[in-house]
């Protein structure tokens, strides 16, 4: 029985695979793609013996997105270009193991918090709660197992305007040294516009802490054999966050006006990602947190990024108060590319809709706690177009 189970999930995995490569480098014609569409198989085992699944949703242009089970990770995602070309613009691996292995975040679902807190250490209610230190002596991302290296529940969503896949978590009371069972759910959407919408929403029975985000790298020429130096961003904020040499923020908010952090208008990131600066030294290049403008105002545009050659766009819509600009500086060449070679330095960007690094030891930063009979609900866009 164990092996007709091995050969019936060795067969739909080849069969996911052809799908895989007829979706991700083909132009799309209605014909082809006339229906919004999940389809599932099997994604291997963790080393716990965890069976992982992935899903891959497909809208009526012929946009794919494919996420699995494991750190609700983003494992690819196509993207028209100028000539009709869908095509992977994210990094990723082909397999599990990779994931489990060394994966600096790939795609995935990052908790209970984004980012760095100082020396792993917080006060919350009057009383100290210590974390990993997984990242010299500051804690990131969620520590040794965070939301990136957990199994996720899943739950297909089909309806007349989109598709999405539901996955849903329940984070126990100092997991990862965390006050609270935290039950989180997060909501991938695709629809016909070529936009991946991701909805956060949580509750605690404990007052704990908590900053959500997703962590893909993009590469928008569809080659990531390539650099992101060309790509044109654009960050809609006046300010933002200076760091210290560990990366932590300093506390101050820092105008971008003067600075290779003035990204509100389009820029070419190699523009400035060289010049002598202290805030580039201490991140190896762009590292940094900006402090987005209109944060009272909720949802809304707050960056984009342009790569010519393709003429792909990507525009970010959110209800955060920041985002990670991360220009992909400790890339180098050891990681195995899912089109073959190696992810080499600064060949993916991403950009992380958050709250600020170090709330919960900053106190002019929004706050970042929540309460038992609070609901944390959260919404950000990714819209992939043509220009």
């Known amino acids: 029985m164990k092996r007709i189970r091995k050969i019936v999930r060795l067969i739909l995995t080849f069969n996911m695979i052809i799908f895989f490569i007829g979706c991700v480098n083909k132009k799309s014609t209605k014909s082809e793609y006339n229906m919004l569409n999940i389809k ?54 082909k397999n599990l193991e990779h994931y489990q292995k060394s994966s600096p975040y ?56 989109d598709v999405s896949i539901e996955l849903s978590y329940l984070s126990k009371d100092m997991e990862e040294g965390y006050p609270g069972n935290l039950d989180v759910k997060v909501i991938y959407t695709l629809n016909d516009k070529d936009e991946l919408i991701v909805n956060y929403e949580a509750s605690t029975d404990k ?48 105008e971008v006006g003067g600075t290779p952090f003035d990204f509100r208008l389009p820029k070419k990131i190699r523009s400035d990602i060289d010049i002598e600066d202290h805030q580039l030294k201490n991140g190896l290049g762009y590292d940094h947190c900006w402090v987005l403008n209109d944060y009272a105002k909720g949802f809304r545009f707050v960056a984009s990024a342009y790569e010519p050659s393709s003429g792909r766009l990507l525009e970010v819509f959110t209800d955060q108060p920041g985002i990670q600009f991360y220009s992909g500086n ?21 950009l992380e809709t958050q709250h600020f690094p170090n709330s919960p030891n900053q106190k002019d930063f929004p706050k970042v706690e929540l309460s038992p009979g609070e609901k944390y609900i959260s919404k950000t866009a990714f819209k992939f177009s043509v220009k």
């Open 40 to 93: 599932k198989a099997p994604f291997g085992s963790t080393t716990d013996g965890i069976e992982v699944e992935q899903y891959i949703m497909q809208n009526r242009n012929g946009m794919v997105v494919g996420i699995i089970t494991y750190g609700g990770i983003i494992n690819f995602l196509t993207a028209k270009d100028k000539n009709g070309n869908y095509k992977d613009i994210v990094l990723g691996y």
């Open 207 to 254: 007052t704990t802490i908590l900053n959500l985000t997703q962590h893909s790298y993009f590469n928008l020429s569809g080659d990531t054999n390539r650099d992101i130096l060309d790509h044109e961003l654009l960050i809609n904020a006046d300010s933002f966050l200076p760091v210290n040499s560990n990366l932590i923020p300093t506390g101050e908010l820092k």
């Open 106 to 161: 790939f795609g995935a679902i990052i908790g209970r918090y984004a980012n760095r807190i100082e020396m792993g250490k917080f006060e919350l209610d009057g009383l100290n709660y210590e974390l990993a230190k997984n990242n010299g002596d500051n804690h990131l991302h969620g520590g040794l197992k965070g939301f990136d290296k957990v199994v996720w529940k899943a739950k297909e969503i089909v309806t007349d305007n």
């Open 330 to 350: 400790f890339l180098d060449g050891t990681l195995k590319s899912k089109i073959g070679g190696k992810y080499n330095y600064r060949s993916g960007f991403c």
